[in-house]
């Protein structure tokens, strides 16, 4: 009957037949293939999830780890525990005055502390209570312990890991009890200080909660093999394990039954349509005059796209296959004042050119690759000047044959010297041209060090008399003389050597291979005989000293950061030895580095006692009148030495676990005052990189903004560039996460790093604060106000705020006014205020009436 039915249909109806009975085999295939696929997406969610739960876990665990490590780490290199824990009187001074008492359970939550030695245990602290039995006693690992202790002691490191104490899994934390410096007639020291902390539900609550988990517990191997998710521990016969989503599984039971019901609807259409698809044959001839009205909008839409060509700010070109060039849109004559028919029929590979690969390759690449790319050429415009460009192409291919190309192409000129001058100021000293702190770093770490066994001598000079310069004649006049001193200190050195410029009046000298003790003291007296000479500035007779520090890397060899503080040390020794001299860094001088403990015992005791402040400084709209965000600055009230600036005792919180603890009190402290003021402005919080390294920086922040109340949107963090160049993926993870919890992020002291363009695009940053080196001579010097310009007109391309730091006359700010800078900060506008006076400004701007 079908069959009859269908010899009668029209050659079109039969047509439209065939079409419904292939689109049901398609609609079958295509639903297979749907089911295939989303149970594929489906596993591989599951294994995706499992995978970063993996990673999640380890990482938390690394971190409980360095942490632990750090704490023993500062309680085992002391000198006081050196002296009494290998005394007699060890209980005495370790329990009773709590040196490592009863505190480090009752606050730090360890559950045992021991002072091994040999097989005996001098030491002994269970529960907070001292206790008569060894480690031993508790453990089959004692001996272990030992060994590690020792063996990272060694590399002035500690040791931690996992055993099993008292028969349930604990982590261990071992430091070789030693000085910070040994003298060389005492013996080595070989007692080891042991931290033991159980991993208990608590624990491991917390660590679950850092890496964003549920269910963390520990079981033994034969009771976890039926655990897909756990991480062995090593040493103690158990495992971590946890509980892992499966996404892949909720997703098959939420997705399957409506794609069930939408496959039996379809069906449902589909049959319906059947019956009456032999009427639509009869919409076949709508259909062609719908395509002829199709073709006449393509033309149009061809007609758009010229008008689109003609007008934009890049030229477009296309090629044929032998990449002739076959249409250049009429952008191209302006911006290379050639003619267009001048080009017409010649090979694009005579116009463009590329330093780092051939463009005919890299087309033919394209072809073959049916992709779309990019690439850095030059070509000479018109009056022959080289000028850069950007391509972007891609093949035209057809029926599988490349046809010829088809692209754009940007003048990136303009862009690539801007990067190329502000890559530049990153590795050197606004002012003088000399290498600054970034380069000296890079050059002591990789062409001295990696050089091999190669001596140097790192020297420290401090400019003698140069304040009275500076307050007597003004800042040019202290300029010019630096000028001209790094000028002198150049034609000092030889070509293989290093002159840096740290900041202020400091430099520093780096001598390859410096030779005898008697050829250094000999340029010393060159350098400060030459840096004498006076200097002639508008009529005045100028004239400074120096003193110098000097650490021989053949005598104390270690890290380009300890060579620079040991030639500090010897500084200071010349400095108080007279000045205008120098001096050689012995161990004698170790004495001021004990200083620098005794400061950090009186920091670590001051966070406690309360004796940090904050001061706020302003930071104001351009017009320096609103006040825009606010800046918080930590001050330390110390008992003896007075109100200390931050770089007083900043660096010396950022070589220990103090900068943790002092970072969250500054985070709390500003959250906190926040809620308090007039006007809904942002804080502002420094970071340091150390916090990045030693803490869970998003944990921190969470905690302070709940705690506080503070609304999110109302906290910036500023992070310089230190903190991505320590560790690059996880600070992207980090500043991810912060953005996350609704905080905003500033890159501090931009145009002063290594690569901060490149940061800008791959970092979520909202603003960027240009560095006050470039605002000091910002209406003298023409290149600085070039810069500064650009770094404006990037943030506003970039769709961030732009703050300049720094501003200390009202020439500076009218500048900045002019250039559409969105933000100002510095002496001119406010200095740091205590937190009542930030107060009072913001009440009188309340009470001022809207214009």
């Given at each position: ?18 079409l ?27 294994q995706?999830e ?9 990482s938390?665990l690394?971190q ?15 000198q ?40 005996t245990s ?32 060694q ?7 996992y055993?099993?104490?008292d028969?349930?899994?604990?982590l ?15 013996p ?9 902390r ?58 399957l ?30 259909s062609?005059q ?5 073709q ?16 934009a ?12 060039l076959t ?6 004559a ?5 003619a267009?028919?001048?080009?017409l029929g010649?090979?694009?590979t ?5 330093d ?8 033919q ?17 018109r ?7 950007r ?20 003048d ?8 190329a ?14 290498p ?5 770093m890079r ?9 091999g ?46 002159v ?17 003790r ?51 040390v ?38 406690g ?19 825009a965000?606010?800046e ?19 660096a ?17 402290q ?8 007039p ?53 992207l993870q980090?500043m991810?996460?912060l953005?996350?919890?609704g905080?905003r992020l ?53 769709n ?23 933000e ?28």
């Open positions: 009957m079908d069959s009859l039915q269908g010899k009668g249909l029209s050659p079109r109806s039969q047509v439209v037949r065939r419904i009975v292939m689109f049901t085999l398609l609609l079958v295939l295509t639903l297979a293939i749907a089911l295939g696929s989303l149970w594929r997406i489906a596993v591989g969610l599951d995706r499992a995978a970063q739960s993996r990673f999640h876990a380890q938390a690394d409980l780890h360095a942490r632990e490590r750090s704490y023993v780490l500062g309680h085992g290199f002391w006081a525990a050196y002296d009494h824990l290998n005394g007699p009187n060890a209980a005495a001074w370790a329990f009773d005055q709590d040196n490592i008492g009863p505190t480090l359970y009752s606050q730090d939550g360890y559950y045992a502390v021991y002072v091994l030695d040999q097989d001098r030491y002994a602290m269970l529960a907070g209570r001292l206790s008569d039995q060894g480690l031993a006693a508790h453990s089959d690992s004692a001996a272990r312990v030992l060994a590690q202790g020792r063996q990272a002691g590399r002035g490191e500690a040791a931690s890991g055993l099993l104490f028969g349930q899994p604990a261990f934390a071992a430091s070789l009890i030693r000085p910070p410096a040994l003298p060389h007639h005492l080595a020291p070989s007692t080891v200080l042991v931290f033991i159980l991993l208990d539900a608590p624990v491991l609550d917390g660590l679950g909660r850092s890496a964003g988990l549920r269910g963390f517990a520990t079981a033994t191997l034969a009771a976890a093999e039926d655990q897909p998710d756990q991480l062995p521990l090593e040493g103690s016969a158990h495992v971590l394990t946890w509980h892992t989503l499966q996404p892949g599984i909720e997703l098959l039971r939420s997705v039954p409506p794609l069930a019901l939408a496959a039996l609807i379809m069906a449902l259409i589909l049959s319906i349509s059947a019956r009456y698809a032999m009427r639509a044959s009869a919409s076949i001839d709508r062609q719908k395509m002829l009205a199709s006449a909008a393509l033309q149009s839409s061809e007609a758009r796209f010229k008008a689109v060509a003609e007008a700010s890049d030229w477009i070109w296309e090629t044929d296959a032998d990449l002739h249409y250049l849109s009429a952008r191209f302006e911006l290379t004042g050639h267009v028919e001048d080009w010649r090979p694009i005579a116009l463009l050119d590329c780092t690969g051939d463009v005919r390759r890299w087309l690449g394209l072809a073959t690759s049916q992709a779309a790319g990019s690439l850095r050429c030059q070509y000479h415009d009056l022959q000047q080289r000028r850069i460009c391509i972007a192409a891609r093949a035209i291919v057809d029926s599988g044959q490349c046809l010829g190309f088809r692209g754009t192409c940007s990136i000129t303009d862009e690539v010297a801007a990067h001058q502000i890559q530049h100021l990153s590795q050197h000293d606004a002012l003088t041209g000399l600054n702190r970034n380069q000296l050059f002591l770490e990789q062409d001295c060090q990696g050089s066994q190669v001596p140097l001598a790192v020297l420290m000079l401090d400019l003698d008399n140069f304040k009275p310069v500076n307050d007597g004649l003004g800042h040019a006049a202290g300029d010019a003389v630096l000028i001209e001193l790094a000028a002198r200190l150049s034609r000092s050195v030889r070509d293989c050597d290093l840096a410029r740290l900041g202020g009046d400091e430099f520093v000298v780096v001598l390859m291979r410096p030779g005898a008697s050829e250094l003291e000999r340029f010393c007296q060159r350098v400060i005989s030459a840096l004498q000479a006076p200097i002639d500035f508008e009529g005045h007779r100028l004239q400074v000293g120096v003193s110098i520090g000097i650490a021989l890397s053949s005598q104390y060899p270690g890290s380009p950061a300890e060579l620079i503080r040991c030639a500090d010897a500084l200071y020794q010349a400095k108080r030895d007279g000045k205008h001299t120098w001096r050689f860094f012995s161990a004698e001088m170790n004495s001021t580095l004990a200083e620098r403990r005794v400061l950090e015992r009186d920091l670590r005791q001051g966070i006692r309360d004796e940090l402040v904050l001061h706020f400084q302003p930071r104001y709209k351009v017009d320096g009148v609103t006040i965000s606010v918080a600055l930590v001050r330390w009230q110390h008992p003896e030495h007075g109100l200390l600036m931050p770089d007083q005792f900043i010396l919180a950022e070589e220990s676990d103090l900068i943790v603890l002092l970072g969250n009190w500054v985070l709390a500003a959250c906190s005052r926040a809620l308090q003021w006007l809904p402005v942002s804080v502002s919080v420094n970071m340091s990189p150390a916090q990045f390294s030693r803490s869970d920086v998003v944990s921190d922040v969470r905690q302070a903004l709940t705690h506080s109340g503070l609304p999110a949107q109302r906290l910036e963090l500023e992070i310089t560039e230190n903190v991505m160049l320590n560790d690059i993926e996880g600070a980090t991810n996460a953005k996350e919890l905080v500033n890159m501090d002291d931009f145009g002063t790093g290594y690569s901060s363009l490149g940061y800008l695009r791959t970092y979520p940053f909202d603003s960027i604060k240009i560095d006050k080196r470039f605002i000091q001579s910002l209406a003298s010097s023409t290149s600085d106000r070039r810069v500064v310009q650009a770094i404006i007109n990037l943030g506003r391309a970039m961030m705020t732009v703050t300049a730091e720094g501003v200390e006359t009202a020439e500076q700010l009218a500048v900045l006014n002019d250039d559409q800078c969105h100002v900060q510095g002496y001119l506008l406010s200095r740091p205020v205590p937190h009542q006076r930030l107060v009072d400004l913001m009440a009188a701007q309340a009470q001022r009436p809207v214009d």
